[in-house]
């Protein structure tokens, strides 16, 4: 048990630290692809969050980043995947 606490531990500081640059990027607002970039970061710090949430039965903090990732990823299709519409340009 204790091993996998110390696991759940480095997976909660990568999805500490991947949160932070994360919403860096994005407040940065550098353009679009910057942006997007951010946003697939958020998507691993979410992923993160879950892991380490089922790790440790912290099942609010596991709903809140699946809510969170869904939020994620449609950031990504908007920054990254989709064209942009001529007013963004």
Known sequence: MARIM?????IRW???????????LV?????R???GWGMVLFCASAVAWITGAVLTHDWALGTQNV???GI???GVYRYLIRDPDPQER
């Open 67 to 69: 809510v969170l990732l």
């Open 27 to 31: 407040s940065l607002d550098w353009g």
């Open 14 to 24: 990568f999805a500490s630290i991947s949160g932070m640059i994360a919403a860096t």
């Open 33 to 35: 692809r910057d942006t």
């Open 6 to 10: 110390e696991i759940a531990d480095a």
């Open 72 to 74: 994620d990823v449609l």
